[in-house]
């Protein structure tokens, strides 16, 4: 198992922004894939974003053209720049290592209409 700790959350109102922050070390970004995800209160947790060899990303419909993926090799750091949020962005997001499945504890982004 990976150690992947989440930060950035919080409280926003419709239509701000965020920056989530997944502090992955160890983990060589231009060599693996790694995700966020989020899981909505009563729901599955689903994908949001994807990054392979620290350039090729994938986004999930509902957050294409709002949110952006991209890590920091030097840093150990994958971050999702969510912008345009609405209220049904409001879940707890995790980060995931693809190769490893680790997990990182998540973090709250509550979203206000």
């Known amino acids: 198992q990976r150690r992947l700790v989440e930060s950035g959350g919080g409280l926003v109102q419709a239509g701000g922004s965020l920056r989530l922050s997944c502090y992955a070390p160890g983990i060589v970004f231009r060599l693996n894939t790694m995700g966020w995800y989020r899981q909505a209160p009563g729901k599955q947790r689903e994908f949001v974003a994807s990054?392979?060899?620290?350039?090729?990303?994938d986004y999930a419909d509902a957050v294409k053209g709002r949110f952006t993926i991209s890590s920091e090799n030097d840093k150990y750091t994958m971050y999702l720049q969510m912008n345009t949020l609405k209220p049904e962005d409001t879940a707890v997001y995790y980060c995931n290592d693809w190769a490893s499945n680790s997990w990182g504890q998540g973090t709250q982004v509550t979203v206000a209409s």
């Open positions: 990054i392979t060899g620290g350039d090729r990303t």
